[in-house]
């Protein structure tokens, strides 16, 4: 059994906590949290399970890697704290552990990444002999292994599109919605989530590892943005009411320019109500799903739902992408010390998983 360390508890590090001890091949060893109200709270409450884990949290960070666990699921944020994501991840790859993270965006495609975030991972991998794997929550399989395997089925593929299109009423991290991305500001309010270029340096790393994978060299990145206002002020429920005149929906694209055409995109369609922008493309039922299309002959359209926590879609996503993340645990463990993106590791069958509670 591979002693795991779930590094955060909230909408990842909750499903990251039911994943790990539902794996067959790993042991939740400590839940690390920020905030000393959680600390001393056992791992299954914190995760919203209907029975204890027998793993108290705790705020000790020394405490957890010094007894050399051999993996780390760090799902504490990194959108709007870069730099302390990666010296925690850093700090864990030295003391030898295996890493799972969707929290750094820059290292989705690896080889692309910037100096200063690959530098101190390399760093520490020489020194610990620890491992480090980045996927993203949006969900990175959807962007990554999913088109690239749906892709092969094709006689032909003129253009790859990667969709996400949900209903943000249902991701229940409000601060995010509000003023990360924007929802139910001013239609002259700057989300930091949508201003010129951070979409592409979000995105554009998988744009970079498809590419790679298909073959092909890239133009250029390029960026499209549209938002829109809402016609009638709405209620949700998870957030409260959204006026009239603000900041609805948004659609926005990051494309892979391929002898000068845009081939490789990820587009994400998000509203706030089924009722904004209602001409744009919607998920089968409303609330918010995942789809691939490759154009081309055949034409393929894959469309993925998932629930969770009380058939929330938001919810879903999120451990469907943690489920990439530790699913990849063991075979990282096996794996040689280094860094890796989703070229590298597989996704496998759920192996000694069927009918387990």
């Known amino acids: 059994m591979i002693s795991t360390v779930v590094w955060g508890t909230g909408n990842v590090g909750r499903a990251a906590i039911r994943a790990v001890d539902a794996h067959p091949k790993l042991k939740l060893a400590a839940v690390l949290v920020h905030d000393p109200g959680k600390a001393g709270r056992d791992a299954g409450d914190l995760a919203g399970l209907e029975h204890g884990l027998g793993v108290a949290a705790t705020d000790d960070i020394d405490a957890v890697l010094a007894a050399g666990p051999g993996a780390v699921v760090y799902a ?3 959108d709007i704290r870069p730099d302390e994501a990666l010296a925690d991840i850093a700090r864990a790859v030295r003391a030898g552990a295996v890493v799972v993270t969707p929290a750094l965006y820059p290292l989705y495609d690896q080889r692309s990444a910037p100096p200063e975030f690959r530098d101190p991972v390399l760093s ?5 002999g620890g491992s480090l794997f980045v996927s993203g929550v949006d969900p ?5 292994v999913l088109p690239l395997l749906i892709s092969g089925l094709g006689t032909t593929v003129d253009a790859v599109r990667c969709q996400e299109i949900f209903d943000y009423s249902t991701y229940e991290q409000e601060e995010s919605v509000r003023y990360l991305v924007g929802m139910g500001q001013p239609m002259d309010y700057e989300p930091l989530m949508l201003a010129p270029s951070v979409p592409t340096m979000v995105w554009g ?3 970079r590892l498809m590419a790679r ?6 133009d250029d990145i390029r960026e499209t943005m549209e938002r829109r206002p809402l016609t009638d002020t709405v209620s949700t429920r998870t957030m409260g009411e959204f006026a009239a005149g603000t900041q609805g929906a948004i659609r926005f ?9 845009p081939r490789i995109v990820i587009e994400h369609i998000t509203r706030i109500h089924a009722s904004a922008a209602p001409d744009w493309p919607s998920p089968p039922d409303g609330d918010g799903a995942h789809r691939v299309i490759i154009e081309g002959r055949p034409r393929i359209e894959v469309t993925v739902t998932a629930t969770d926590e009380g058939e929330n879609r938001s919810a879903g996503g999120n451990a469907t992408a943690v489920g990439r993340l530790v699913g990849a645990i063991d075979w990282l463990v096996d794996a040689e ?17 069927l009918g387990r509670k």
């Open 213 to 218: 994978a298909l073959g092909v060299e890239l």
């Open 253 to 261: 694209e990051v494309q892979g320019i391929v002898a000068g055409e």
């Open 140 to 144: 990175g399989w959807g962007n990554d």
């Open 76 to 78: 504490a944020t990194g």
């Open 124 to 128: 520490a991998i020489a020194d610990g």
């Open 337 to 353: 010390p280094g860094l890796y993106d989703a070229l590298d590791v597989p996704l496998r069958p759920a192996a000694g998983r």
């Open 205 to 207: 790393g998988q744009i």
